[in-house]
């Protein structure tokens, strides 16, 4: 049942990323809403559907962003595997684990984005790039969660 319900879920929190959050911008960063979803919605379900919702959460933010359909599937796979790994470690203190998931993710997002770039050709700089991009997403990410 969690399965189905993810489809309108995570098609309406990625318009809301595309029309409301992607115009708050500090820099060049903006906060990622899906990842923040799935970051908390991994610490919430104990069985498999946090991987599906990862797994559709990929699939729409591929479609709708420029980049390889396989980086986002692998940074939000990488959000839900940090979000269960630390459900066992952090299970009286919540609210720090979504913390540091929503840091440790969004950072890991943004350097994999980074390294998918330099693969294909785009030229942007590291040092440009965490200083313009990741770093001030990472604080809309953390602001918002």
């Known amino acids: 049942m969690s399965a189905l319900v993810a489809i309108p879920v995570l098609i309406f929190a990625a318009m809301l990323q595309m029309v ?50 396989y980086a986002p599937l692998i940074a939000y796979g990488l959000v839900v595997g940090m979000a269960k790994v630390l459900q066992r470690r952090f299970w009286q203190s919540p609210l720090l684990a979504v913390f540091m998931v929503t840091f440790i993710g969004t950072l890991a997002q943004h350097l994999l984005y980074l390294l998918v770039l330099q693969f294909t050709g ?24």
């Open 20 to 69: 409301v959050f992607s115009r708050i911008q500090l820099l060049s960063g903006s906060a990622d809403i899906l990842l923040l979803l799935l970051a908390a919605w991994g610490f919430l379900d104990r069985r498999w559907t946090a991987w599906a919702w990862a797994l559709l959460a990929g699939g729409i933010a591929a479609l709708t962003n420029a980049m390889p359909f």
């Open 122 to 145: 785009v030229n942007i700089g590291i040092a440009t790039g965490l200083s313009r991009v990741t770093f001030p997403s990472v604080i809309l990410n953390m602001l918002f969660a």
